[in-house]
T-cell receptor, first 113, second 109 residues
Framework: QVQLQESGPGLVKPSGTLSLTCAVS?????????WSWVRQPPGQGLEWIAE???????NYNPSLKSRVTISVDKFKNQFSLNVNSVTAADTAVYYC??????RGQGTLVTVSS | QSALTQPPSASGSPGQSVTISCTGT?????????VSWYQQHPGKAPKLMIF???KRPSGVPDRFSGSKSGNTASLTVSGLQAEDEADYYC?????????FGTGTKVTVL
């Protein structure tokens, strides 16, 4: 059974960088899956952020592409998301997923000074 | 890229059926068969209910079914049960990225 565990800083200051990690268990990050990030601002809907494949292919939400980077760490069997120049609008629960299937609980990130 | 359009709410009595629509454009729904549906209970992570328009992951009851015609996808929940009360979101490929729907709150009367 594949399990995903998101981890992050909880609180990030405006204009800073938000860094999240999704630890994968029960599957290899090098397998033929798409690994993705989705977020949900408090009380709002879901927003797709980005996806990556171990082959190096990455895809981004056009509205976030200039500020977001997704990457894979094969040694730690995890993948990560960096969002720079954050504002209060980036406050959300961030979820990671495997082939569009959410297997974690999500992690809340608040952007505030 | 705008969100896919869903009705804000839908409802039905136990045992009845409810259908949720998801409307997009030629850039997303009409041009791709990578359409998924998610169920989300308050405070919980979204749960994948349908993928590739009409396929159900293991463990999802066959009361949940999906379809697509042109630029509109639909999720039908038959034999409504109390535990089906939740928010539902559609999601479609838009080529190089994905887009979610606006979400529909399903109430079991």
């Amino acid at each position: 059974q594949v399990q995903l565990q998101e981890s992050g800083p909880g609180l990030v200051k405006p204009s800073g960088t938000l860094s999240l990690t999704c630890a994968v268990s029960g599957a290899s990050i090098s397998s033929d899956y798409w690994w993705s990030w989705v977020r949900q601002p408090p009380g709002q809907g879901l927003e797709w952020i980005a996806e990556t494949h171990h082959s190096g292919t990455t895809n981004y939400n056009p509205s976030l592409k200039s500020r977001v980077t997704i990457s894979v760490d094969k040694f730690k069997n995890q993948f990560s998301l960096n969002v720079n120049s954050v504002t209060a609008a980036d406050t959300a629960v961030y979820y990671c997923a495997i082939n569009g299937d959410f297997r974690g609980q999500g992690t809340l990130v608040t952007v505030s000074s | 890229q705008s969100a896919l359009t869903q009705p804000p709410s839908a409802s039905g009595s136990p045992g009845q059926s409810v259908t949720i629509s998801c409307t997009g454009t030629s850039s997303d729904l009409a041009g791709h068969n990578s359409v998924s549906w998610y169920q989300q209970h308050p405070g919980k992570a979204p749960k994948l209910m349908i993928f590739e328009v009409s396929k159900r992951p293991s463990g999802v009851p066959d009361r949940f079914s999906g379809s697509k015609s042109g630029n509109t996808a639909s999720l039908t929940v038959s034999g409504l049960q109390a535990e089906d009360e939740a928010d539902y979101y559609c999601c479609s490929s838009a080529g190089s990225h994905y887009v979610f729907g606006t979400g529909t709150k399903v109430t079991v009367l």
